[in-house]
């Protein structure tokens, strides 16, 4: 049978968060062409109760952490579903046919779509996109950084955050998935790069809202230097000059967004 889409789940020491996340997954792909796989990167999990209570889960181990994306790429190799659902253990579906409607905007051109991502208190994360438009946002991805605010209607974007996201299979396997060189961090900032260089959208759906508390991986300040450093080498051969530029448009945008009560 053809299937509409995998949700592909990489685990890394996240059992706990898994045991919430995979029954919310399945519930919502409940009569979908849906499968469910999920990668343990050499965690030390012991997924066996988890792979017990949910048989129809795929489980694969890794024998070394490969890192998020390269982890992704492990498991698109298992399958050929039109759209792949890349999630992360720490998010849970809370709204109903929420991939249902992420598959239905995989149309006219859109590569790849992201819904809003909200903690449990309701406070929507603003790492859940960057902007494309607008002069905050160029300088900001000139210098190989991230312009956001707050959008509560859907738009084009440059990214949507990898901790839930669809990405049709096509466009994904044009650009050869993620750049595993990215351990962590930006990989799907790389990839989405890519895939607008290719022509295809990235729309950010905040209609569509998931539920993700964030900060359970792994620390930001052990890995985000180094994938930083690969995303400017790849996308803003310009970072050096342009990075005074794009502090100061942050601090003086930031100042003016108070001011104007945004």
Known sequence: MSLDVAVQVVNYRT?????????????????????????????????????????????????????????HNVLAARHDARALLILNPDTEIVEPRTVE???????????????????????????????????????????????YRRRDAPADVAWVSGAACLVDRAAFDAVGGFDPEFFLFKEEEDLFVRIRERGGR?????????RHEG?????????????????????APRRRVLLPVHRTVTVWGGRLDRLLGR
């Open 215 to 235: 900060g359970v991986v792994a620390s930001r300040d052990e890995h985000m230097p180094a994938s930083m450093a690969r995303f400017a080498a790849k996308h």
């Open 15 to 71: 059992r706990r968060q898994l045991e919430v996340c995979l029954p919310t997954v399945l519930a919502d792909v409940a009569g979908l062409g849906a499968r469910v796989l999920v990668l343990d990167n050499a965690s030390g999990d012991d997924l066996s109760a988890l792979a017990a209570a949910h048989p129809s889960v795929e489980f694969v181990d890794s024998d070394r952490n490969v890192g998020f994306g390269a982890g």
């Open 101 to 147: 409607r992420l598959l239905a905007a995989l149309a006219d051109g859109v590569a790849a779509v992201g819904p809003q991502l909200v903690s449990s208190s309701g406070a929507v994360d603003p790492r859940d996109h960057g902007e494309l438009h607008g002069f905050r946002a160029r300088v900001a991805l000139a210098a190989g950084d991230s312009h």
């Open 202 to 210: 990235v729309l950010y759906l905040p209609t569509v809202r998931v």
